[in-house]
């Protein structure tokens, strides 16, 4: 089992970037595939980005790969999320999750395949 816990957001202006951490509790954390997924109020809660265990694969949705990046620290069992040029449509609470169901070599686009959550951390762009 694995305790997750999101930092980081804030109150940005429009082209402003933050950077979000998830910080993992429990063991084995190479051994779970990550992932950022977002909901804004109003909506469903949508994928933002994946990275296996290992940290060598990422994908991130087609809304903000020319702006976000992932990446994971092993050693530190930290992953975050790089977000540059921020836009309105970017604001949202913000969720990591992890899953080892599958193994760790696997990209998890959908949160169904998700078995662990955070609470989540607010990002608001302001215009």
């Known amino acids: 089992q694995v305790q997750l816990v999101e930092s980081g957001g804030g109150l940005v202006q429009v082209g402003d970037s933050l950077r979000l951490s998830c910080a993992a509790s429990?063991?084995?954390?190479?051994?779970?595939?990550l992932g950022w997924f977002r909901q804004a109020p109003g909506k469903d809660r949508e994928f933002v980005a994946s990275?296996?265990?290992?940290?060598?694969?990422?994908y991130l949705a087609t809304s903000v790969k020319e702006r976000f990046v992932t990446s994971r620290n092993n050693a530190e069992n930290t992953v975050s999320l790089q977000m540059d040029n921020l836009k309105p449509e970017d604001t949202a609470t913000y969720y990591c999750a992890a899953t080892s169901r599958y193994g760790a070599d696997f990209l998890h686009l959908s949160q169904k395949d998700y078995e662990y959550w955070g609470q989540g951390t607010q990002v608001t762009v302001s215009s």
């Open positions: 990275i296996t265990g290992s940290g060598r694969r990422s």
């Open positions: 429990g063991r084995s954390f190479s051994s779970y595939t």
